[in-house]
């Protein structure tokens, strides 16, 4: 399979094109960036600019962008103007959010890339129509702006009422809008299990996130290395090997404060996975 790294592994420290080179060196094909004003600000044309030059002349390519969570630099601690949440129902602040939104889509214009990854919601938000009704609005308009620089947005299941692979499919099938999924491998432990949400969104997976937990905490741990987590990754791979073509293998991973080279780790990990062979293969 594929192999992708998502910059959530550094993304507390500015991105750049040392970084990038790193990760080409290390023989991976491509990145997802995760768009964090503290990693990379898409407000600062500079940094995009920078990376956009980087990105024309390298072997590794740009995958995805993963759409920002929050306005601010720390994490929404700035407050809670900070969330990013396209189903907000206040029309204002919706327009608010889908313009931030918008400014983040911009970096394809010089970093072209397949696929912008959109949350449907926050953490631990409860299931409410009318949220149904602002993140069809809010999207309707994001997938427009989207395609006109050829980037197509997906859906990832979250751990919250709204985002479950069973809600996305209900919210694809009442919207009707063509919208694909990135299949978060940890989130889905969290909630209906990894068999379970590949099952009902395995025709419309086209990336994925891959990172273990211990069932009730997102820590983003390193499978097969890291301690603590569950995942089954034998079942785990040969469900995302039954697709195979169809998406990534790409880690979305947390770096360890103890762990002297994330990097180096990362690459055992997408070994290790690989290397997993179910009964009779």
Same mark, same amino acid.
């Given at each position: 399979?594929?192999?992708v790294?998502?910059?959530?592994?550094?993304?507390n420290?500015?991105?750049?094109?040392g970084?990038?080179?790193?990760?080409?060196?290390?023989?991976?094909?491509?990145?997802?960036?995760?768009?964090?004003?503290?990693h990379?600000?898409?407000?600062?044309?500079s940094?995009? =600019?920078?990376?956009?030059?980087?990105f024309?002349?390298?072997?590794?390519?740009?995958?995805?962008?993963?759409?920002?969570?929050?306005?601010d630099?720390?994490?929404?601690?700035?407050?809670?103007?900070?969330?990013?949440?396209?189903?907000?129902? =206040?029309?204002s602040?919706?327009?608010?959010?889908?313009?931030?939104?918008?400014?983040?889509?911009e =970096?394809?214009?010089?970093m072209?890339?397949?696929?912008? =990854?959109?949350?449907?919601?926050?953490?631990?938000?409860?299931?409410?129509?009318?949220?149904?009704?602002?993140?069809?609005?809010?999207?309707?308009?994001?997938?427009?702006f989207?395609?006109?620089?050829?980037?197509?947005i997906?859906?990832?299941?979250? *751990?919250?009422?709204?985002?479950?692979?069973?809600?996305?499919?209900?919210?694809?099938?009442?919207?009707h809008?063509?919208?694909?999924?990135?299949?978060?491998?940890?989130?889905?432990?969290?909630?209906?299990?990894?068999?379970?949400?590949?099952?009902?969104?395995?025709?419309?997976?086209?990336?994925?996130?891959?990172?273990?937990?211990?069932?009730?905490?997102?820590?983003?741990?390193?499978?097969?290395?890291?301690?603590?987590?569950?995942?089954?990754?034998k079942?785990?791979?040969?469900?995302?090997?039954s697709?195979d073509?169809?998406y *990534?293998?790409?880690?979305?991973?947390?770096? *360890?404060?103890?762990?002297?080279? *994330?990097?180096?780790?990362?690459?055992?990990?997408?070994?290790?996975?690989?290397?997993?062979?179910?009964?009779?293969?």
């Open positions: 399979m594929q192999r790294l998502s910059s959530h592994l550094w993304v420290h500015r991105l750049n094109v970084w990038l080179n790193r990760v080409q060196q290390a023989g991976i094909d491509g990145v997802e960036i995760f768009l964090a004003r503290q990379l600000d898409y407000r600062n044309k940094q995009v =600019v920078e990376l956009g030059h980087w024309r002349d390298a072997k590794l390519k740009l995958h995805s962008i993963h759409l920002p969570m929050y306005t630099e720390y994490w929404g601690q700035s407050g809670p103007n900070a969330v990013i949440n396209i189903t907000e129902t =206040v029309k602040k919706r327009i608010a959010v889908v313009d931030e939104v918008k400014r983040a889509i =970096v394809a214009e010089y072209p890339c397949r696929y912008a =990854v959109q949350h449907l919601g926050v953490s631990g938000q409860e299931f409410d129509e009318k949220r149904i009704d602002a993140a069809f609005s809010s999207l309707e308009e994001l997938m427009i989207a395609r006109h620089r050829d980037v197509e997906l859906l990832e299941n979250i *751990p919250n009422q709204l985002s479950s692979a069973e809600r996305l499919m209900y919210f694809v099938g009442i919207t809008l063509p919208l694909n999924f990135c299949l978060d491998l940890g989130h889905a432990h969290l909630n209906e299990g990894v068999a379970d949400a590949f099952d009902i969104l395995k025709e419309r997976i086209r990336s994925t996130h891959v990172h273990d937990n211990d069932g009730t905490a997102d820590a983003h741990l390193f499978p097969l290395v890291a301690e603590g987590g569950t995942i089954d990754w079942q785990a791979m040969k469900l995302l090997r697709r073509g169809q *990534p293998l790409l880690l979305e991973l947390k770096e *360890p404060p103890d762990m002297d080279n *994330p990097l180096e780790r990362a690459v055992e990990v997408f070994d290790r996975l690989e290397e997993i062979r179910h009964d009779g293969e």
